[in-house]
């Protein structure tokens, strides 16, 4: 599952990448908790959980549907 996870976060990363920030897989649990980190201009940027929510956690969910969320840490 970890592999899906990483193909689909490059799907994500120009997006992040194009305003300054990136994400890092950090871990993806069995029961498909999935946990990232936010990194560059995502990290300090107020609307960091909304791109986490809907923008990371809808793309991962559509392209690995065992996905049950994700957080960040």
Known sequence: ??????KAL?????FLQA???DV?????????VVKVKLT???GGCPMAQMTLKTGIERVLKEEVP??????AI
Do not use: N
């Not at 599952?1 to 990483?6: D, P, R, T």
């Not at 065992?66 to 957080?71: F, L, R, W």
């Open 1 to 6: 599952m970890k592999e899906k996870v990483e």
């Open 10 to 14: 490059k799907k994500i990363r120009p």
């Open 19 to 21: 305003d300054g920030g």
């Open 24 to 32: 890092q897989l950090v871990d993806v649990s069995e029961d498909g």
């Open 40 to 42: 560059g201009a995502c």
């Open 66 to 71: 065992e996905i049950k969320s994700v957080e």
